[in-house]
């Protein structure tokens, strides 16, 4: 079919469920959209790398820190890929690096919080990356082809990383009191700034119902969540540990948990900066930055040089 | 904040033998040897490939046309070119 104005045509590929691809016609608030959220979720990773990097040095044992070194290099690649899929918007690497330098960027409000004790790192891969998953199949069948291209690439290296921090909380919650009531611990920090993860509710988001409307977002904030919580019980039964929520129950007729309010305030205020480790991150992100500045400097008189010699050579 | 960044390249990998290469990703690199070695670390950590192509994005030309689809037109009405045109007896599994 051709289409005389590119609006329809547009409309007509979202419709028929057909991908838009990087240099098609597309409304500007749809690439803005795309632009504000891919770069989000770049972000994210590239961020999340730094609770858990925490840990590396101080892994109990060699193998757990060959996954854990080896999940953290997975969430750095996550972002490389989500940056290069957003750059085919037109924006440069070095404009959204420099936004979230800038603090005018945001990045997924969980990786605010501290990673206080071994068990967060098994907390961390077994809800944070659990939610992320939930949230990223999901996004496999968004309509910006390379966003969803990113997201198919990316779920496949996601399961190893619930599946390790599962195996870390059930070796804890198998163990002494002591390490049982570390992983117990561990859940009652991570559970609400988790279901966080999923963003404001349906009622109090307008963005993401122009999102739902051009098929960026498929499902809903508060239909991931729900999903979420919703896997997430069973397998926190199997740990023998307790969800900290007094709410949640089995609701027969939805067919799904009832869980109980979330502190909207808390969430708030740590997107705005006020989390334990707002600041730390953006520092360790400005320092890598400034201090890895010389190798790329290097890297590229080197190639400039490289590449003189050989126009000279062949001349 | 930021100086600029490395120049852009295109991945392409051939995930075993007997597939073509692959469109895969980018990433900035300053010349094909360090991107080649980016290529590795950021898109084979699980053995997606046998072999790697990196190309300086720059040096890629698209098709790119007010409209696609009258340059990719000629094609359409040439249906002969496809086996299902032809009638044939069909008990002869042509
Ligand atoms: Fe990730
Ligand atoms: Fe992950």
Excluded at chain 1, 178 to 189: T, V
Excluded at chain 2, 68 to 83: G, L, M, N, T
Aim: hydrophobic residues 40%; glycine residues 6%; contains cysteine.
């Amino acid at each position: 079919m051709i289409f005389t104005d590119e609006q329809g045509q547009f409309d007509a590929i979202i419709e028929a469920e057909e991908k838009i691809e990087p240099r098609d016609w597309m409304p500007e608030k749809y690439r803005l959209n795309l632009v504000r959220q891919m770069s989000q979720h770049a972000h994210s990773e590239v961020v999340g790398q730094l609770p858990e990097g925490n840990w590396i040095g101080r892994a109990p044992t060699l193998r757990r820190k060959a996954i854990l070194l080896s999940k953290v290099q997975d969430e750095a690649g996550h972002g490389l890929y989500l940056y290069s899929a957003a750059e085919t918007l037109g924006v440069s690497r070095e404009e959204m690096m420099n936004d979230l330098l800038i603090g005018k960027a945001k990045y997924a409000s969980i990786f605010n919080y501290p990673t206080l004790t071994w068990a967060d790192v098994g907390a961390i891969g077994w809800l944070v990356d659990g939610a992320a998953i939930v949230n990223q199949i999901s996004l496999c069948r968004t309509s910006y082809g390379p966003y969803a291209r990113a997201m198919v690439k990316i779920c496949k290296e996601e399961s190893f990383h619930m599946r390790q921090g599962y195996e870390i909380m059930q070796v804890l919650a198998c163990g002494s009191a002591a390490q049982k009531a570390m992983a117990q611990d561990a859940l009652n920090r991570w559970w609400w700034p988790t279901l966080m993860m999923f963003g404001p509710h349906d009622s109090e988001s307008a963005n993401s119902q122009q999102s739902m409307k051009w098929k960026i977002k498929r499902q809903s904030n508060d239909e991931l969540r729900q999903k979420f919580v919703d896997q997430t019980v069973k397998q926190a039964d199997h740990l023998g540990l307790a969800i900290p929520d007094q709410d949640l129950k089995w609701n027969e007729e939805r067919g799904h948990y009832d869980f109980g309010p979330i502190d909207w305030e808390e969430f708030a205020r740590v997107v705005k900066g006020g989390g334990l480790c707002n600041d730390a991150r953006l520092e360790a992100r400005r320092t890598a930055n400034d201090e890895g500045q010389w190798v790329k400097d290097a890297l590229m008189s080197y190639a400039e040089k490289h590449s003189k010699s050989d126009v000279d050579q062949v001349a | 904040m930021l100086k600029g960044h490395l120049p852009l390249w295109e991945v392409f990998v051939r995930g075993r033998r007997g597939l073509d290469h692959k469109h895969i990703g980018s990433l900035h690199a300053s010349d094909a040897g360090q991107a080649m070695k980016s290529a590795r670390d950021t898109y084979t950590r699980r053995q997606e490939g046998v072999s790697i192509w990196v190309v300086r994005a720059e040096d890629i030309h698209a098709s790119q046309f007010e409209n696609d689809a009258s340059f990719f037109d000629p094609a359409e009405d040439k249906v002969y070119r496809h086996p299902t045109f032809y009638e044939v007896p069909e008990e002869l599994k042509l």
